[in-house]
């Protein structure tokens, strides 16, 4: 089964929790950093995958949320533009770095976590996307697809434990090859920071 079946078969988790999945706006900063705090704490900040990610913007169309019925944030998953390297010919090798991925700790268990994977690598993959490159547990993300099969060519701009470090091909064969140091490719953020803070100063 290809990557790709097996995402469009897998579409529609079980879950109690009813939610619906919109992409992010800028008025969602701030519920989402709160969320993020509180799911994962701040050391967040010091992983070695938010070197790939400081200073940058999501890859276009690739930034999701879960809100409740009544809109409250109770989930959201990022994904941004990364150069895995290059391969066997020295070509540069495009993908995806997923995460951080989070939900509320109130609804955790819920479904929502696995909604938003299922909706996150789905669009990822009608986009034209090759591949997803994340740092997780196996034992989570192995059911949406995902594993180290690809990656022992690969290293992160920092320490990561290598059972964690973990791809899913969205085009077959994309990251044969594939070897060297993960760098950022994607949109720089520096006006969006800039920028975004007033657009906030509303929301409550």
Not at 35 to 58: F, I, N, V, Y
Request: proline letters at 5%; hydrophobic letters at 40%.
């Amino acid at each position: 089964m290809s990557a790709v079946d097996f995402i469009e078969q897998n579409l529609h988790p079980d879950g109690s929790q009813a939610c619906i999945i919109l992409n992010e706006t800028a008025q969602d900063e701030r519920a989402r950093e709160a969320l993020l705090d509180r799911a994962m704490g701040t050391s967040r900040r010091r992983k070695s995958s938010e070197k790939l990610r400081r200073g940058r913007l999501p890859s276009a169309g690739l930034a999701f949320v879960a809100r409740g019925e009544d809109g409250t944030l109770l989930g959201t998953v990022r994904l941004w533009d990364i150069q895995t390297g290059h391969d066997a010919a020295g070509k540069p090798v495009r993908a995806l770095l997923l995460g951080p991925l989070a939900v509320d700790p109130s609804v955790k268990g819920q479904g929502i976590g696995a909604a938003l994977m299922h909706h996150a690598t789905a669009e990822a993959a009608r986009l034209g996307h090759g591949a997803i490159i994340l740092v997780g547990d196996p034992e989570y993300y192995e059911r949406f697809g995902f594993s180290g099969a690809n990656t022992s060519g690969l290293a992160m701009p920092g320490p990561v434990e290598r059972r964690r470090f973990l791809a899913l091909e969205l085009k077959q064969g994309h990251l044969d090859g594939a070897h060297g140091l993960l760098t950022p490719r994607g949109r720089r953020s520096s006006r969006a920071m800039r920028v975004l803070p007033v657009s906030l100063r509303f929301s409550m």
